[in-house]
């Protein structure tokens, strides 16, 4: 159907001389990337001027973190069947159908907040958040499983890294468009979500439809639901990676703090989005940086002293009475997560094959998804118990302490070698042990 996979052995994948821009001179990844770009800007837009409207309305530290919670359900109960989905029907198809979801969302809260007088109820905001997350469920795995398809397997680094760069570009110029934006309102801000997802819907429809590869064996239902999650809890890297990630942004992410943090250091809504910004903008320069350079040969030390710094700066920003030493705290724990992100991403799909990149992804939206959301929540939680300072400091020091646990009971991790270096695993394999030699030390 449409365009054919990237096959292994294109021109120019294992190329001696490392090009930068290898990914990039691929169409169809070219109009992957503009499409992904246009519907990180519309989610960071939608999800900024919601937490801000959310919290303006109620000044309670718990309801916001309510939206993490309203976040995290549909990942936990439907992400399996997301990915199901993913490697049973065309890929295209479901980003198309979910993206419609997701246009309409922050459109209808635009509508709402534009033309009621008495004001839009927070039962209705709080649905509308809700129906948005389910539809993200569904197109995440669709996503991450379409990508690879789109360059040869010796690019996914490269690939992986501009993904990366140009996403952490696009969640800075969100939160920051909706700063801006919500100095007029948060109907406005509303309507300029909507208005870059409409546009990552048109560009969708360019992506060429390429059938999942059919599997040689067909399992029963169930089974075949559950088998991405077999396959990571069977695979010891992959585990290791996403449990280190799931930890470390529950406890240490200080996202749905923000507008507290806004308050605590008295700044309005544009210094709340470039608060908010921060993060993204070090993760840019930093995924941009590691799009120019080759793999690096030492992938378990760079991830878990990334995640270590993380950690640090988390609780110098929940320190910090100055505004500018927050700004330059975000910036570095973006740059700290972007090594992160990239090392998993690169992992998780050269690690898995084809007929099952969906349903993997899935898994992995369900420890990184879902952990982005919960983290809301028990930073909304923590911050009505504690103070948003215990909560921010508190995590960070159990982000430290996360780093010590998965180094010592993983010890694939630390042997981690060059990431150009992977190649997927067979599905049956019942576990990859630190031996086995799809692992480059």
Sequence with gaps: MGSPAADDSDEGAASVLHDPYAALRHGHFRLFAVSYVLATVGSQVLASTVQWDVYQRTKDPLVVGLIGLIGAVPVILLALPAGHVADRYSRKRVLLITQLALTAAPCALAVLNLTSHAGVSLTATLSLVGANAVALTFARPARAALLPNLVPRGLYPNAFAWISSLFEMAAWIGPALAGLMIVFGVGPSYLIAGLCLLACLAITLFLPDIAPVEQTVTEPGLRSLSAGLRFV????????????????????????LMPMFAERLEVGPIGYGWMRAAPAIGACVTAVVQAHRRPTVRAGRALLWSVALFGAATIVFGLSRSYWLSLAMLVLLGACDNISVVIRHTLVQSLTPDSMRGRVSAVNQVFIGASNELGGLESGVTAKLFGPVASVVGGGIGTLLVVCGVAARWSDIRRLGSLADLRAMEPASPVAHSSDDSLPR
């Design 233 to 256: 809890f069977g695979t010891n890297l992959l585990l290791a990676v996403m449990t280190l990630d799931l930890l470390a942004v529950l406890l240490g992410g200080a996202t749905y």
